[in-house]
């Protein structure tokens, strides 16, 4: 065998058994507590209290942190049972529901115009890419909602919430700050309309995008078959 050949396989190998920077994705449902989602979703109610140990579609804890902080106490509870297109991602049971804002004092001494999901325990310099969806049927207005993702860069997604069934905002590439946090500050967006500010989010899907190197690692048995080929030929 020849030195270079070998050292490649030795390589190989070792990549082989190197452990892949790929993580199952992690759901949240946003909304009623007395209508939570199964299927390994993280369930975050209008009482808002935080998850310590999230899981990931598998059911495995990642010992990832997620936190809310001023929605209002209630839930809407008028999203759509029926997805479809790019929102058929989540489960029916998570988009029946919101968590809301608003910019006016609806049914609180004050307004809510900003409503802040905290994740934590991620690892820095790992980007990663969210999914967001809410729905508010039987409206005429928009109520579009800006997502905000914040950490070591900033990403915003738009979405409009009204009568919503299909569509999801993208927030790509969003990286941790030192500390391994990120956070999304949900508000209005530029163009809602809704006289009241009207602002929703039902559904949350986060995934870790993979390291190159471990991509890498992981095909390069692929291709020192393929060169042992080429050589054998």
């Not at 009482?47 to 059911?59: E, M, R, V, Y």
């Not at 020192?224 to 050589?231: H, P």
């Amino acid at each position: 065998m020849k030195p270079r050949l070998k050292t490649l396989i030795v390589i190989a190998v070792a990549g082989m058994f190197a452990p892949l920077a790929v993580a199952a994705p992690i759901f949240v449902d946003f909304g009623e507590a007395a209508q939570p989602t199964g299927n390994n979703y993280n369930n975050v109610s209008q009482a808002q209290l935080p998850i310590f140990n999230a899981i990931d579609t598998t059911g495995a804890g990642t010992g990832i942190g997620i936190t809310t902080s001023g929605f209002n106490p209630g839930s809407n509870q008028n999203g759509t049972t029926s997805p479809t297109g790019a929102a058929t991602i989540f489960d029916s049971q998570a988009t029946r529901d919101n968590l809301f804002g608003h910019t006016v004092n609806f049914n609180q001494p004050a307004p809510l115009p900003l409503g802040v999901i905290t994740i934590t325990g991620l690892t820095p310099g790992t980007p990663y890419d969210f999914a967001f969806f809410g729905s508010r049927t039987g409206v005429t207005d928009n109520r579009e909602t800006q997502f905000a993702a914040s950490g070591a860069n900033s990403v915003t997604a738009l979405l409009d919430t009204a009568n919503n069934v299909s569509n999801i905002g993208i927030a790509a590439g969003v990286l941790p700050n030192g500390s391994g946090t990120i956070q999304i500050a949900v508000s209005p967006g530029p163009n809602n309309t809704n006289g009241s500010g009207f602002f929703y989010v039902a559904a949350m899907r986060m995934e870790a995008i993979p390291e190159p190197g471990s991509v890498a690692l992981a095909l390069l048995p692929l291709g020192i078959a393929a060169l042992r080929r080429r050589r054998l030929r």
